[in-house]
């Protein structure tokens, strides 16, 4: 079993819906959280992280993170087709935000 | 902007065969690190370097795969021989510090026939 599981999708949603994405991991020593997207054909880019237990937002983007239940979140609001992309849950038990743990990503696509 | 630029794009070879890829990291970026990606799956991390030296290589399949940084700086990873399991995306990335942001390049997509 893998320590990070993602449904891989791939999720499709009218435009201007939200966008609900998920991950559970096995390690209980994951400190932090990380969501990363990639467009085809590029590497992953950051997009939120969050340290321990707890919610995050930043613009359309809200990460949250439920230590006790293992299960961490990203929403997208009023998803644009621009947000089109595959979208990667990562974790770390240190502070080595490089030394992560991926889930296998789940592809979002966002229709006009 | 400041990127992480990794060479080739895209590589074909045959199984057997010999195959590097080369990493120039953001500048002054201290830490580096080398992930694969499958096609459909996450990137896996193969090695991590802080400055010239090898932090954690666990990952490595040290049989055919080697990595070196050696003035600290770029950084090659090679395949000998390549395996047709080996087809995958390899990912450079690059962090100032440990507890910073790693910065992704776009990656060299190795197929192996």
């Known amino acids: 079993q893998k320590e990070v599981e993602q449904d891989p999708g791939p999720l499709s949603v009218p435009e201007g819906a939200i966008v609900s994405l998920n991950c559970t991991y096995s390690?209980?020593?994951?400190?932090?959280f990380m969501w990363y997207r990639q467009y085809s054909r590029k590497g992953p880019e950051l997009l939120m992280y969050?340290?321990?237990?707890g919610n995050k937002e930043d613009g359309r983007f809200t990460a949250q993170v439920d230590k006790s239940s293992k299960y961490i979140s990203l929403f997208i609001r009023d998803s644009q087709p621009s947000d089109s992309a595959t979208y990667l849950c990562?974790?770390?038990?240190?502070?080595?935000?490089?030394?992560?743990?991926f889930g296998a990503g789940t592809q979002v696509v966002v229709t006009p | 902007e400041a990127e992480v630029a990794q060479s080739p794009r895209y590589k074909i070879t045959e199984k057997s065969q010999a195959v590097a890829f080369w990493c120039d990291p953001i500048?002054?970026?201290?830490?580096l690190y080398w992930y694969r990606q499958i096609l459909g799956q996450g990137p896996e991390l193969l090695v991590q370097?802080?400055?010239?030296?090898?932090?954690?290589d666990s990952q490595l399949p040290k049989d055919r795969f080697s990595a070196e940084r050696l003035k600290g700086v770029d950084s090659t990873l090679k395949i000998q021989p390549a395996e047709l399991g080996d087809s995958a995306m390899y990912l450079c990335?690059?962090?100032?510090?440990?507890?910073?942001?790693?910065?992704f390049g776009q990656g060299t997509r190795l197929t192996v026939v």
């Open positions: 370097f802080q400055d010239e030296s090898v932090v954690d």
């Open positions: 500048s002054g970026h201290a830490t």
């Open positions: 990335a690059s962090a100032g510090a440990l507890n910073t942001e790693a910065f």
């Open positions: 390690n209980s020593a994951f400190q932090y």
């Open positions: 990562a974790m770390s038990p240190t502070d080595s935000w490089g030394k992560l743990q």
């Open positions: 969050t340290y321990s237990s």
